[in-house]
């Protein structure tokens, strides 16, 4: 574990937060900036961690005009920056509407169509429509849209993300050859600006092959002027177990120097099927960050911002939720909602015909937090999860940042 910084109001704080992990913490270290003096305070619990695995770890550090000297110094502003937003075929009516009622903001959007089916072909989701008047809108507003390509099934087929249909048109340069050739020719006959790979839970062994794919899809691409992009999994590191959720797949050094977009999915840090916890806390995200910094150039990085929450419970996964879900959930139940410091985002709690719940959710506020993290780093693109659902305070926050 890496100790990493957070921008609050005035002070600096860093510290680790919210292993998967429930094994003993040691070695905790302490992140020091040139300029700046600090104390240091520990405060784990007797009973070794929390069930959540959450670790109250928080290291003070008095800063001086820390913030003044952070935005003055920091490069990512509006003029540089470019923004991407998610438009999935589920809710394409209100992410539709936002993305017309915001579009100003935008650079690119990524439709959420299209399918990698087990016998290899690329096809339309059942339930998607892929409608014209997107990208022509899209289009006469000089926003770019992409098609995204994606290894989860559909319906008649079911399941997870599933890594072995990308083996079958990863697996040899014939297959790659024609699985190419499919997704040049979708982008050409629907008058897409470029393709966005979004295959998940690919398993370690398959890195090899996903970077040759990309490589040559790149290639196909570019000679008929069409972007790629390729969604990619968080991690700190390589090698670290806790990160085995696609990302050892992924060579993001060789990856970079092929596609044009990299989106880092900065989010599910607790997901579905884990215990409760934040969407991304901003320590967390520093620490993705942070690493990718070193292998990806900042005009192909592009940071994952999460617009929803989960409701865990006592069933098996947890339930996603929009933010007027939330507000709804305040609004019947009227639970406490607190403001988490150290993940810099919300969470409340209710019971519900007996059932303790869970809630964290992303809105206006912790993406405030995150945009000066962004700042900091000198992070300037920007890829939304997903429209139609979010707390719209956002998008006046994106236009007044710097």
């Given at each position: 574990m890496v100790a990493i910084p957070l921008l609050t109001s005035s002070l600096l704080v860093i510290g680790c937060l919210y292993s998967k992990s429930n094994t003993s913490i040691s070695n905790i270290k302490v992140t020091t900036i040139k300029g700046l003096k600090y104390t240091y305070k520990e405060t784990l619990p007797d009973n070794n961690l929390e069930a959540e695995g959450a670790l109250n770890i928080i290291a003070s550090i008095k800063a001086m005009n820390i913030l003044d000297r952070v935005f003055s110094t920091s490069s990512a502003n509006n003029s540089t920056r470019k923004v991407l937003g998610w438009i999935p075929f589920w809710d394409q009516q209100s992410a539709f509407a936002s993305f017309k009622q915001n579009v100003a903001s935008f650079d690119y959007i990524s439709v959420f169509w299209y399918l990698l089916r087990s016998d290899g072909s690329v096809n339309k989701y059942i339930y998607a429509s892929d409608d014209s008047s997107v990208i022509s809108?899209?289009?006469?507003?000089?926003?770019?849209?992409?098609?995204?390509?994606?290894?989860?099934?559909?319906?008649?087929?079911?399941?997870?993300?599933?890594?072995?249909?990308?083996?079958?048109?990863?697996?040899?340069?014939?297959?790659?050859?024609?699985?190419?050739?499919?997704?040049?020719?979708?982008?050409?006959?629907?008058?897409?600006?470029?393709?966005?790979?979004?295959?998940?839970?690919?398993?370690?062994?398959?890195?090899?092959?996903f970077t040759a794919f990309i490589k040559e899809l790149s290639f196909a691409l570019h000679k008929h002027g069409k972007i790629l992009a390729v969604a990619l999994h968080p991690k700190i590191t390589e090698g670290d177990p806790a990160y085995s959720n696609g990302s050892e797949a992924q060579d993001w050094r060789q990856l970079s120097k092929y596609a044009d977009q990299l989106h880092l999915m900065t989010y599910e840090q607790h997901w579905e099927d884990s215990p409760p916890g934040p969407i991304a806390s901003v320590l967390w995200v520093f620490s993705v960050l942070n690493y990718a910094k070193q292998l990806i150039p900042a005009n192909k990085l592009f940071a994952g911002i999460p617009l929803y929450g989960y409701d865990w419970s006592n069933t098996p996964k947890a339930k996603g939720l929009t933010y007027q879900n939330v507000q709804s959930l305040i609004s019947q139940y009227k639970p406490k909602v607190t403001w988490d410091p150290i993940a810099q985002s919300h969470h409340f709690g209710y019971r519900a015909a007996g059932v303790t719940h869970s809630v964290w959710y992303e809105d206006d506020a912790s993406f405030k937090k995150k945009m000066e993290l962004f700042n900091y780093l000198d992070i300037s693109n920007l890829a939304f999860w997903r429209l139609g659902g979010e707390d719209t305070r956002v998008w006046n926050t994106l236009r007044n940042s710097p």
């Open positions: 809108f899209a289009h006469s507003k000089k926003v770019k849209v992409l098609a995204l390509v994606a290894n989860l099934p559909d319906e008649d087929e079911r399941g997870n993300w599933d890594p072995t249909r990308v083996d079958k048109v990863i697996s040899s340069s014939s297959a790659r050859k024609k699985h190419i050739a499919d997704l040049v020719a979708l982008a050409k006959s629907r008058g897409f600006d470029g393709i966005n790979i979004d295959y998940e839970a690919l398993r370690k062994d398959q890195k090899e092959n």
